[in-house]
T-cell receptor, first 114, second 116 residues
Framework: ETGVTQSPTHLIKTRGQQVTLRCSSQ?????VSWYQQALGQGPQFIFQ???????GRGNFPPRFSGLQFPNYSSELNVNALELDDSALYLC?????????????FGSGTRLTVV | GDSVTQMEGPVTLSEEAFLTINCTYT??????LFWYVQYPGEGLQLLLK?????DKGSNKGFEATYRKETTSFHLEKGSVQVSDSAVYFC???????????????FGTGTSLTVIP
């Protein structure tokens, strides 16, 4: 079975721009969560998607938005980028029936805002 | 709210030394507890978990026991290897908190370096 794949692996954006990060969930998984990991910090929960709807959100502003597609893949969109948005963005997928016991994390997208 | 506190690093040990990384938590419900490991340039990998008080999670020689009375979940390994060098994250997830999407709350991570 394939794991969670994220793209791109690295990118650099200018303050004020918009960015879209992509995540393909592990085969058989129907729930996707996104986390932001600033340098030297633990990951912070952004939001979770289940059945193409947002199923929980952390303390992030509305300029962080997402989508989940019928094949359970997902996108994270960030508008009006700020320097503090520079971080590793992690996607994690799971099968809803197992809750958080079966989460698989991707390797992340390293976003640098200059 | 829910939170996790880990001992600060970095931690440097010689090969075959004993490892302890302390983790304490605060939770309003009945959380499950986890240890994740992150190798350089990679995402998070589940190391072990415990779902209720007094459960012991174990994997690859690592162990942690869910202690409700001390709200702790300390990670231990009897003899570390160079290949154990990584960042270790303690995390909790409250399975009852459905409205928050069963999110994980992570500690800040502890960097471990094992030298030959």
């Amino acid at each position: 079975e394939t794991g969670v794949t994220q793209s791109p692996t690295h990118l650099i954006k200018t303050r004020g721009q918009q960015v879209t990060l992509r995540c393909s969930s592990q085969s058989g998984h129907n729930t996707v969560s996104w986390y932001q990991q600033a340098l030297g910090q633990g990951p912070q929960f952004i939001f979770q998607y289940y059945r193409e709807e947002e199923n929980g959100r952390g303390n992030f502003p509305p300029r962080f938005s997402g989508l989940q597609f019928p094949n359970y893949s997902s996108e994270l969109n960030v508008n009006a980028l700020e320097l503090d948005d520079s971080a590793l963005y992690l996607c994690a997928s799971s099968w809803a029936g197992t809750g958080n016991y079966g989460y698989t994390f991707g390797s992340g997208t390293r976003l640098t805002v200059v | 709210g829910d939170s996790v506190t880990q001992m600060e690093g970095p931690v440097t040990l010689s090969e075959e030394a004993f490892l302890t990384i302390n983790c304490t938590y605060t939770a309003t419900g009945y959380p499950s507890l986890f240890w994740y490991v992150q190798y350089p340039g990679e995402g998070l990998q589940l190391l072990l978990k415990a779902t209720k008080a007094d459960d012991k999670g174990s994997n690859k020689g690592f162990e942690a026991t869910y202690r409700k009375e001390t709200t702790s979940f300390h990670l231990e390994k009897g003899s570390v290897q160079v290949s154990d060098s990584a960042v270790y994250f303690c995390a909790l997830s409250d399975m009852e908190a459905r409205n928050t999407g069963n999110q994980f709350y992570f500690g800040t991570g502890t960097s471990l370096t094992v030298i030959p």
